[in-house]
């Protein structure tokens, strides 16, 4: 059984009194995250980011304010070298990727070439250089990434 974790405390002062020993996480003002369901639909993939793949947005973007945008990733295409090996890097505070069906193969800055397959989770550290180099014809990925509002920097070959 996994024991609780302490959360860190900060001290906060409250409208002139005495400073407060108060959790982080209440110390921070925070949206109201409204309450969102997302069922599979076919007709919910719609083109996105990329030529040779289809996005299903799952409305964590909305119900968040913003704060965070979760989606399903859908390869549409064969992999072809020279329309998906393109290296960039992506402007993110969080940004974590999980192989729902297939395998994908991605090249790091500094860690190489990983090869993802069914059931496999990874971050990307925020900035991190990196370039697509294979994935399966069925392969679909789970994204969350936050800000839900985020840039792709395109790097030269």
């Not at 302490?6 to 003002?29: C, E």
């Not at 991605?106 to 069914?118: I, P």
């Not at 994935?135 to 679909?140: K, L, Q, T």
Request: net charge positive; hydrophobic share 35%; with cysteine.
């Amino acid at each position: 059984m996994m024991k609780a974790r302490r959360v860190s405390r900060a001290s906060v002062r409250t409208k002139g009194r005495p400073k407060k020993r108060v959790s982080l996480a209440r110390a921070v003002k925070r949206f109201r995250q409204k309450f969102v369901v997302s069922h599979r639909r076919e007709e919910d993939f719609d083109s996105g980011l990329r030529p040779y793949s289809a996005y299903r947005d799952l409305g964590i973007a909305a119900a968040t304010g913003g704060l965070v945008r979760a989606h399903v990733i859908r390869m549409t295409k064969p992999f072809a070298e020279n329309d998906v090996a393109v290296p960039h890097y992506h402007d993110v505070d969080f940004q974590m990727v999980y192989v729902l069906k297939g395998w994908f193969q991605t090249e790091f800055e500094g860690e190489g070439l990983h090869t993802f397959r069914e059931g496999s989770c990874w971050i990307q550290p925020p900035g991190i250089k990196h370039t697509v180099r294979g994935y399966s014809d069925d392969c679909e990925l789970l994204e969350i990434v936050s800000p839900a509002d985020f840039e792709t920097v395109t790097l030269k070959r």
